[in-house]
């Protein structure tokens, strides 16, 4: 009886551990069915569509740019891309032989790709015309068909290439405006799905259609009339002056709207050098965003804007009337700075801030930084947003070369004051020099106006954006009495256009390389405006390593005449004088 016991107990447990076991199978086998019905449910049913459908891209159509007045600036023409489906292809060697009759593609390359079955769709030939893709379809074959496709297109060529920028060839955005705007101008691709076989081939007569999403459009702040005067005046400019390049900045002191930026040379964005990728890299590079040099004397506005409102603000020492030493060097710390110009029959005597400006003389602004002192001009400089990004809507803003304040010389400072020992990007110059001149507003620069569909609907508009204060709207005022004075009795003179109220000032600045002066380099330059009295368009002309004459006063000023003259007949402003 005992022993039937011991018999029935282990049956129990050996049952219970059956039980348990199976219980167990099943729990995992219900986890296994739940992962695979919750978790992997879209993976496996995009396999599964894979595997059961051909898929034909329907491409959406990119959206458009236009300048400020409507202007086409970048579109779309109607293209195809060829496909092909190696499964489905019935014979790949005879396939090749009449597609390489028909396309510009050897047969070897078709056969090593008609022959890959790894990939379920095969790319043949991307952006070829209408009639191409015709013949291959009127040729009937099995597993190789067509889809539309956009070609972008640039109706002005190399006008503002480095803005706009480009797309790859599949379309998305590699630089530019382009690659920065390019979630809202992509769109979302769309498809039609066939039913095939297990093989690939298609079967049945019914598709299935998800339509493409078009991109959305932009309207830019350029204007493409400045910016096509712009780019001939500089053009020519680099031909007459035989220089490595030549760059400018035209905006709006009101808001700081971008309405003309030029970065020569260029290259067509309809033919673009896409074999020569390090010509590609320096000819698309936005200079005028992302490269800094020195500014040289145009950077004189801003110390003489601080000298000013300190005189404003009750520092009698920076009176406008003060009359600075006559003496051609100053000795600052061992480093002797001179007076670029001789002064000949005494005009380096009696020199006031108005005459340093006129004769652009460095003595007199190593005079008036050192007296703010470091810690005063440093605020300014902060003010005027040197050392850090204006925060324009383009990517790849570089922030200019600041010495720290902690650490900085005062022979550094002294330097500073008349443009050296400081770089900048020339956006960062023009924008400072619009917040001195506009009433002491700065402003984030802006290249795109709005996003809108083409049907009209806007999706985002931008307006100006205040950032802050640089100086009082008394300071400006007498800043532009002065810096129409350089342009009427100065070194600006050949920026002066007969029946406009011109300012400005020029800059001439030796370049470095590998911490030297390189003989013979310099950057030549003018940074002004008109009116004088209620600036609308201001200008800074960078001409870089001119040859022969290489003063701002006599290769930048005159293309900032120019343009200036060209500007006020396009918007026929003191018609008749001009």
């Known amino acids: 009886m005992r022993k039937a016991n011991v018999s029935l ?5 050996r049952l219970f551990a059956v039980i348990l076991a199976i219980t167990f199978l099943f729990c ?28 034909l891209p329907v491409v959406p ?115 530019g405006i382009e690659k920065g705007y390019d979630s ?7 498809e039609i799905l066939y039913e095939t076989d297990l093989v690939g081939a298609e079967i049945g007569e019914g598709a299935y259609y998800i339509p493409a999403e078009d991109g959305l459009s932009l309207t830019l702040t350029l204007d493409v009339r400045i910016q096509s005067l712009a780019e001939e005046v500089m053009a020519r400019a680099l031909e007459e002056h035989q220089a490595k390049a030549a ?10 709207s971008i309405l003309a930026m030029v970065n020569l040379p260029s290259y067509d964005l309809n033919d673009i050098p896409r074999g020569d990728t390090a010509q590609l890299n320096l000819l698309s590079r936005n200079a005028a965003v992302s490269d800094v040099y020195e500014p040289g004397s145009t950077f004189k506005i801003v110390t003489a804007a601080a000298n000013i409102e300190e005189y404003l603000r009750g520092n009698a020492a920076f009176s406008p009337e003060r009359v600075f030493s006559s003496s051609r060097t100053r000795n600052v710390e061992g480093s002797v700075i001179r007076c670029w110009s001789d002064h000949k029959n005494g005009k380096h005597a009696n020199l006031t801030l108005q005459a340093a400006l006129n004769n652009s003389c460095n003595p007199c602004f190593v005079d008036i ?15 005027f947003n040197f050392g850090k990004a204006t925060g324009i809507d383009f990517a790849g803003e570089a922030v200019g070369m600041l010495l720290p304040e902690a650490t900085l010389k005062n022979s550094d400072l002294a330097r500073i004051g008349f443009g050296q020992s400081i770089a900048v990007t020339p956006l960062q110059l023009a924008c400072a020099a619009a917040a001195a001149v506009n009433g002491g507003y700065y402003y984030a620069p802006r290249l795109v106006e709005s996003i809108s569909s083409e049907s009209g609907a806007v999706y985002a508009a931008f307006s100006k954006r205040l950032l802050g204060r640089t100086v ?43 911490g030297k002066i390189a003989a013979g380099k310099y950057v030549s330059s003018f940074v002004g405006y008109f009116p004088a009295d209620a600036p609308r368009y201001l200008a800074l002309v960078i001409v870089d390593e001119p040859q022969g004459s290489y003063y701002g006063s006599t290769v930048a000023a005159p293309c900032a005449g120019e343009l200036f003259g060209g500007i006020a007949r396009l918007e026929n402003i003191g018609e008749g004088s001009i």
């Open 9 to 13: 107990t282990v049956l129990r447990k």
């Open 28 to 55: 995992l086998f219900l986890a296994r069915f739940a992962y695979v019905q919750l978790v992997w449910e879209r993976e496996l049913t995009a396999r599964a569509v894979g595997q059961w459908t051909r898929e």
């Open 61 to 175: 159509e990119r959206g458009n740019i236009y300048d400020t007045n409507g202007e086409l600036l970048a579109g779309n023409a109607t293209a195809y891309t060829l496909y092909a489906r190696a499964n489905a292809v019935e014979n790949a060697e005879e396939t090749a032989k009449t597609l390489a009759s028909l396309l510009p593609l050897d047969y070897d390359t078709l056969v090593e790709k008609l022959n890959d079955h790894t990939r379920s769709e095969i790319v043949l030939l991307r952006k070829t015309a209408k009639e191409t893709a015709a013949a291959v379809e009127g040729t009937g074959l099995k597993g190789v068909y067509y889809a539309r496709d956009n070609l972008r297109i640039y109706p002005y060529g190399a006008l503002a290439s480095q803005v706009l920028g480009f797309v790859s060839s599949d379309g998305a955005g590699l630089t």
């Open 184 to 190: 809202f101008l992509a769109g979302t691709k769309g």
């Open 247 to 256: 760059r400018c900045i035209v905006l709006d002191p009101n808001d700081f």
């Open 369 to 383: 930084v050192l007296a703010l002192g470091r810690e005063t001009f440093y605020d300014y400089l902060e003010k």
């Open 472 to 514: 009082s709207e008394e300071t400006s005022r007498i800043l532009n009495e002065m810096l129409e004075g350089v342009v009427t009795n100065g070194s600006g003179s050949k920026a002066y256009v007969e029946g406009l109220r011109v300012a400005g000032k020029t800059g001439t600045a030796q370049k470095y390389e590998n």
